[in-house]
């Protein structure tokens, strides 16, 4: 009896992501991963993880320089992905190229990044909440659900259709940008490193946005750790993909 209630207090927590390898990072546009999660990267970099990143699109709809092309800023945004994801600890890095704010088919991008996770095999995958209230950009959303199909159906043989690639199934995925963590991981001595990295982010982040970004993140990270043994945590919302299909409880974990 105790034995199967330990699978069920097993099954209904969220799996435990410190002990990672090998993680991909999912990012709508070449700045997320920085802002939604550049301080657990460092983390995980610090311990000797493998740290690849994806970017879904190019980033070219909008930069601080208002006399760029949408050529020059989807080249600069490139430039600017690799410095910041090297600076945290990121080694490899993979594209797909789509425009900014195009995106509206989450089975064909979901396809596409089942084969990046097959190649890669990681252990946890990491993207934007979907489901976060008043998420109003739909380059996030289908970024995050397209993500999320792909964590459930890279296990499965012939996913997707014709590939070449072995099955694999990460044992977690972690939702960054949410208001319903469940796992809050200690950033106190990568703060600054998290802030440097968003700072390459020259064509996009002014001094201004900084400043307020490091307050109100300060701030908020301080209260995901009141009751920790640390000072400044970082949030996720981490599920596994039994949790992610006909699981009336993943709400809740």
């Known amino acids: 009896m105790n034995s199967s209630l330990n699978e069920i207090n ?23 991963n920085e802002i939604g999660m550049g301080g657990i990267i460092a983390s995980y970099a610090a311990r000797g993880c493998e740290i690849h990143y994806l970017t879904i699109t190019n980033g070219d709809l909008g930069a601080l320089d208002v006399s760029l092309s ?13 410095l910041a994801g090297r600076h945290l600890g990121a080694s490899f890095f993979y594209t797909l190229g789509y425009e900014d704010g195009t995106l509206q088919d989450i089975p064909s ?9 097959r190649q890669v095999q990681p252990e946890a995958v990491f993207c ?36 070449q690639t072995t099955p694999w199934q990460p044992a977690a995925i972690g939702f960054y940008f949410t208001s319903k963590p469940n796992t809050v991981i200690d950033i106190t001595p990568y703060y600054e490193q998290k802030f ?26 301080q209260q995901l750790a009141a009751d920790l043994d ?15 299909h006909c699981f009336v409880n993943a709400e809740h974990i």
């Open 10 to 32: 097993k099954l209904l927590a969220p799996p435990d992501i410190t002990g990672c390898r090998k993680i991909l990072c999912i990012q709508p546009h070449p700045d997320d």
């Open 70 to 82: 949408h050529e020059q800023i989807a080249e600069a945004r490139v430039q600017e992905t690799e």
């Open 109 to 117: 991008l979901s396809q596409k990044i089942a084969e990046i996770i």
């Open 128 to 163: 934007p909440d979907p489901w976060l209230n008043y998420e109003a950009h739909y380059d996030h959303i289908v970024t995050g659900r397209a993500a999320a199909h792909a964590v459930i159906s890279s296990s499965l043989p012939s996913y997707p259709k014709g590939t």
């Open 196 to 221: 440097h990295a968003m700072r390459l982010h020259k064509s996009q982040l002014s001094e201004e946005i900084l400043g307020l970004y490091y307050i109100y993140f300060k701030k908020s990270g």
């Open 230 to 244: 640390f000072e400044i945590g970082e949030g996720l919302k981490v599920l596994s993909p039994l949790h992610l």
